[in-house]
């Protein structure tokens, strides 16, 4: 059965530094997105992408943040300046039907800043 | 206001017996809704989805959705100690704009 990846699985970085999140997201899949949790906290949305460009953001998705789809296969979300409160887990899903339905979720990337 | 609420629980229930849980909403606009299960420390998994109203079952599991009270639920039959996990409720709603909305999900403990 067809899965998001993501690596790396856990990301260690200092306050300041770039990070960068890599997915695969499932093939045949146009829809993307990425989503993250902090520790005994709810899923929050970050950010949609389609058609190369993105589609829908949240207020927690600001100038620190970019996304990119840089070939065919990966999709990449850049935090470029990491702050302690970016510790969290980061999720990248999937849907193919577009962006009113159901999404499949990567195993996600476990972000820990320093 | 909350835009999805759950219970956080415990929910406790015996093996072999119905686990009911259940979400409401808080935005009329909502329009499809999502059950996932979340062990601890990984990723979401979708069990579920429902964009109409009534009942919609798939094995075990059955979601129900009502729209003018603005719930859906999530009832699984025969639990078992591995359904044992965190149930996130998921509501997609268009304002304008598409958003994308959690709860903060119900743990449920299936006892042997």
């Known amino acids: 059965e067809p899965e998001v990846t993501q690596t790396p699985s856990h990301q260690v970085t200092q306050m300041g530094q770039e990070v960068i999140l890599r997915c695969v997201p499932i093939?045949?899949?146009?829809?993307f997105y990425w989503y993250r949790q902090i520790l005994g906290q709810k899923v929050e949305f970050l950010v949609s992408?389609?058609?190369?460009?993105?589609?829908?953001k949240s207020e927690i998705f600001d100038d620190q943040f970019s996304v990119e789809r840089p070939d065919g296969s990966n999709f990449t979300l850049k935090i470029r300046s990491t702050k302690l409160e970016d510790s969290a887990m980061y999720f990248c899903?999937?849907?193919?039907?577009?962006?009113?339905?159901?999404?499949?979720f990567g195993p996600g990337t476990r972000l820990t800043v320093t | 206001q909350k835009e999805v609420e759950q219970n956080s629980g415990p929910l406790s229930v015996p093996e072999g017996a119905i686990a009911s849980l259940n979400c409401t909403y808080s935005d009329r606009g909502s329009q499809s809704f999502f059950w996932y299960r979340q062990y601890s420390g990984k990723s979401p998994e979708l069990i579920m989805f429902i964009y109409s109203n009534g009942d919609k079952e798939d094995g075990r599991f059955t979601a129900q959705l009502n729209k003018a009270s603005q719930y859906v639920s999530l009832l699984i039959r025969d639990s078992q100690p591995s359904d044992s996990a965190t149930y996130l409720c998921a509501v997609i709603l268009l304002q304008g704009t598409y958003k994308y909305i959690f709860g903060t999900g119900t743990r449920l403990k299936v006892l042997a």
């Open positions: 899903a999937s849907s193919d039907l577009g962006q009113g339905s159901k999404q499949y």
């Open positions: 093939s045949n899949h146009l829809y």
């Open positions: 992408f389609y058609n190369n460009e993105i589609s829908e």
